[in-house]
């Protein structure tokens, strides 16, 4: 029987990447079916994994395989935006594991996006909207839409959120925002979050969302970037934190529903002129979303904005819609790996791996570790950009 050969990693590196990932040493160790000790041996430098069990670590980690070969460990600290979910001044120790993996993964995809933008002589369009937090949010909300370039007459043909995330998904894209989605995160952790900079910011959506709640959390992390405060969200305004963060998360919110459903849109539709009281049957709701594409909550957050619903009755039906999310069958289901590459990644990213490829920019094997896939499905992945996306 043949000995399994050794993969002669630097111990320091090694011991970096668990570090960077902050997955616990029994976690790891587990990972790679070895013992605590036996890893402590590889990452002293007293022993050497094999192959097989340093591709397992690297995968555990999210780094390169080739990382681990490295002189020294890499340069430079992956940015966490804060965590403004639950409670007050997230820092970076707060962050969860996973989340933490996929911010970094998310820096990583961003630089290689630029780098292939750089290697083809092109570069980012420079994402054109801005705010400031004492702004009028209505106005804030206007201006995004204009910068989206979303016309209202397109949307209220879209009647479906399906339709409309990949649209506003296409429209944030086109304008200069790298938009990824996670499917590796609960959603009770995590909808969304999003990462400032003056070239191609990102904003990440959790896959596991209904469509209509991730395009109110797409345009809630696109306000986040344009005040230049990204943020990890879960889109609340929880009493537990301090004034300022609830501040903004009340502004994103409200930005964010400004853009997807204008006021005067909605004030001019005859259902909602000719509505007497301040309560709404449920398919009167229903009708309104399906109109602007979005979820029920979000069309009664703005009725109650603008005086045509109570603070009482909004809290009950948002109560009740829980309760029907909460109860429904988990999505399940097999993706297919072009499909999921596509969906994960979007159309830009893909497409600008695809043709450094065709172009001799990159390798084959660089064209599917950036992908995600096997090189074989590179082929379908090319066919699948013409798709639907999932």
């Given at each position: 029987m043949s000995r399994a050969r050794v993969a002669f990693v630097n111990s320091p590196v090694l011991a970096w990447a668990r570090g960077v990932s902050r997955i616990d040493e029994r976690v790891a160790a587990k990972k790679a079916g070895v013992t605590p000790d036996r890893l402590a041996s590889w990452e002293s430098g007293d022993a050497l994994p094999t192959i097989r069990q340093a591709r397992l670590l690297a995968t555990a980690y999210r780094v390169p395989f080739a990382t681990f070969f490295l002189p020294e460990p890499p340069h430079g600290i992956t940015r966490i935006p804060k965590d403004l979910r639950r409670h007050a001044g997230g820092v970076e120790e707060e962050v969860d594991s996973n989340i933490l993996l996929d911010v970094r993964g998310s820096w990583e995809r961003r630089e290689i996006a630029l780098e292939l933008l750089a290697s083809s002589g092109g570069r980012a369009v420079r994402f054109g909207?801005?705010?400031?937090?004492?702004?009028?949010?209505?106005?804030?909300?206007?201006?995004?839409?204009?910068?989206?370039?979303?016309?209202?007459?397109?949307?209220?043909?879209?009647?479906?959120?399906?339709?409309?995330?990949?649209?506003l998904r296409a429209a944030a894209e086109g304008a200069g925002v790298l938009v990824l989605q996670t499917s590796d995160i609960e959603l009770s952790a995590l909808r969304a979050y999003s990462l400032a900079a003056d070239e191609l910011p990102v904003v990440v959506v959790n896959r596991k969302d209904a469509y209509a709640a991730r395009s109110f959390s797409l345009l809630h992390e696109l306000a986040h970037i344009g005040l230049k405060s990204e943020g990890i969200c879960d889109l609340s305004t929880d009493s537990s934190m301090p004034p300022e963060e609830?501040?903004?998360?009340?502004?994103?919110?409200?930005?964010?529903?400004?853009?997807?459903?204008?006021?005067?849109?909605?004030?001019?539709?005859?259902?909602?002129?000719?509505h007497d009281g301040q309560?709404?049957?449920?398919?009167?709701?229903?009708?309104?979303?399906?109109?602007?594409?979005?979820?029920?909550?979000?069309?009664?957050r703005r009725l109650l904005t603008f005086g045509l619903t109570t603070e009482r009755f909004y809290q009950q039906k948002r109560s009740q819609w829980?309760?029907?999310?909460?109860?429904?069958?988990?999505?399940?289901?097999?993706?297919?790996?072009?499909?999921?590459?596509?969906?994960?990644?979007?159309?830009?990213?893909?497409?600008?791996?695809?043709?450094?490829?065709?172009?001799?920019?990159?390798?084959?094997?660089d064209a599917a570790d950036y992908l995600g896939v096997r090189s074989k499905h590179l082929p379908a992945i090319a066919d699948a950009v013409g798709a639907n996306d999932s």
């Open positions: 909207f801005s705010a400031t937090i004492s702004e009028d949010p209505e106005e804030s909300g206007a201006r995004l839409r204009e910068v989206l370039g979303v016309e209202l007459e397109e949307q209220v043909r879209w009647r479906d959120g399906r339709i409309g995330f990949n649209r609830q501040q903004l998360e009340v502004f994103c919110n409200a930005v964010a529903a400004a853009a997807l459903i204008p006021r005067d849109a909605l004030l001019r539709l005859p259902d909602v002129r000719r309560t709404w049957d449920d398919a009167a709701i229903a009708s309104l979303a399906k109109t602007f594409s979005c979820s029920r909550e979000a069309i009664l829980q309760l029907e999310y909460e109860s429904r069958p988990a999505p399940g289901g097999f993706v297919p790996p072009p499909i999921d590459a596509v969906s994960l990644l979007g159309r830009p990213l893909v497409r600008l791996v695809l043709d450094g490829l065709s172009n001799d920019r990159i390798t084959t094997s």
